[in-house]
């Protein structure tokens, strides 16, 4: 009955957004990924964008000025992972940030001595459990390389991991197998360990390799962003991937070229 009624509401918002279909298409039209979307999906990849912002607000970082624009791009690429698992997977938190580039979280932490240290790490994102994401604009930007990466996507799979027990790159998995998501993850890491130990090319950003977390979560948006190497790389993970988020993006890119 309660989410009968969220979305009886949400409907009724929903028709007053003046958000006309030719001004999303503009903001999302410098994306790639988006372009794969066709049909009564890239319809629902449009609603579901909007829904997004009615449900999370957006918060300036250092003053940054952000257009509907922004909005309309960041929502956008925060739909794609949930598009058929559903907006819901994103209750619990309500605020993006944006800073205009790389920006340094007022972090305190206290050391074995109980004194307090300010930690001084530049981020391009980040995401806090039951807490906001936080962005940079700029590595925003940076997405629809060749390169897999996307700052969006990286955060965004991140809440997903925290919705089972924190950061541990297992999300919750439904009618998956977590026993064969634990060895296809713990295979593909150990391959990357050992091509980077080998000096050769990495399929994803060695950064995946810093804990299981970062792993989904860098492979994630590789997954979506470029699925050619996931696939090519490690097949098994690809399946994982696809099956958990119930889409196949390579079979799309293939459709669209």
């Not at 607000?57 to 952000?66: K, N």
């Not at 960041?74 to 993006?96: H, Q, R, S």
Request: aromatic fraction near 12%.
């Amino acid at each position: 009955m309660f989410n009968g009624l969220r979305r009886w509401r949400e409907n009724r918002r929903l028709a007053a957004l003046a958000v006309p279909p030719e001004q999303w298409e503009a903001a999302v039209a410098g994306w790639p990924v988006a372009a794969r979307y066709q049909g009564e999906e890239r319809t629902a990849l449009r609603e579901m964008a909007l829904r997004f912002l009615l449900r999370k607000g957006f918060a300036s970082g250092a003053g940054f000025h952000i257009t509907d624009e922004m909005r309309l791009k960041i929502a956008t690429m925060a739909a794609v992972p949930v598009l058929k698992l559903g907006l819901n997977w994103y209750d619990g938190w309500y605020t993006v940030v944006l800073y205009e580039g790389a920006f340094i979280p007022n972090h305190q932490q206290p050391d074995e001595f109980g004194l307090v240290h300010e930690q001084g790490e530049v981020l391009s994102g980040e995401a806090w459990e039951q807490g906001p994401v936080i962005l940079s604009w700029e590595d925003v930007c940076a997405a629809g390389t060749e390169e897999g990466y996307n700052v969006v996507l990286h955060e965004m799979a991140h809440k997903l991991d925290m919705r089972d027990g924190g950061v541990n790159g297992a999300p919750p998995l439904g009618d998956l197998d977590a026993v064969r998501w634990h060895a296809v993850f713990t295979e593909a890491w150990e391959d990357l360990a050992a091509r980077e130990r080998n000096g050769e090319p990495l399929p994803i950003d060695g950064y995946a390799l810093e804990d299981p977390g970062e792993f989904f979560a860098v492979a994630t948006e590789v997954f979506f962003e470029v699925p050619e190497r996931i696939h090519a790389a490690w097949p098994a993970l690809y399946q994982q991937l696809s099956a958990f988020y119930r889409q196949d993006p390579l079979a799309m890119a293939r459709r669209l070229a």
